[in-house]
């Protein structure tokens, strides 16, 4: 075997064995009375964060959706979902609060950006228990997307974006 075919297979060896990835968990939370269901959007959220993430070679995870009306559940639900990520080795933890506005909504219970008024969440290292970032995001204008799970979509995307700018330095 040629030297230069040794040096390769030794260089790509090294990358392959230096590469790592990343370990994220997410818990996202309807804010809303105890009682409603998990609407569309939320799992319209949870399969973009995955995606998102997975494309960029994270390996992620996450607990349930929960529907919770007031700080005090969330924080309870925040604290167990955190506690099982440290547990299965997780290097990161977001908390994803999605709040929902359907009062004057001609379609509810349907995946629409304006029927959410906001997402916050927060990106927490647990081996630190540092919060290393936070934001908040409030949905564009729903009337220039021809789909609706395109906008939806869409605004995930921004949220995971703007947590991988943290997680990526």
């Known amino acids: 075997m040629s030297f230069r075919k040794v040096l390769m297979i030794i260089a790509v060896s090294f990358c392959v064995f ?35 993430f997975f494309d960029k070679g994270i390996v992620v ?14 924080e309870v639900v925040f604290n167990q979902s955190m506690m099982e990520a440290g547990q299965g080795g997780v290097k990161y933890f977001i908390e994803l609060i999605c709040e929902y506005d359907v009062s004057d909504s001609t379609n509810p219970e349907a995946a629409l950006l304006e029927n959410i008024r906001q997402v916050t969440w927060k990106l927490i290292d647990l081996d630190t228990d540092k919060v290393l970032g936070s934001g908040k995001k409030v949905p564009p204008a729903a009337g220039r997307y021809k789909k609706a799970e395109k906008g939806v979509a869409d605004f995930s995307h921004g949220i995971a974006v703007d947590i991988y700018k943290i997680i990526g330095r």
């Open 18 to 52: 230096s590469a790592n990835a990343v370990p994220v968990a997410f818990q996202i939370i309807q804010h809303e009375d105890s009682e409603s269901p998990v609407r569309t959007a939320c799992h319209q959220m949870e399969s973009a964060l995955f995606d998102f």
């Open 61 to 74: 995870s996450n607990s349930p959706i929960v529907v919770a009306g007031d700080a005090e559940e969330q």
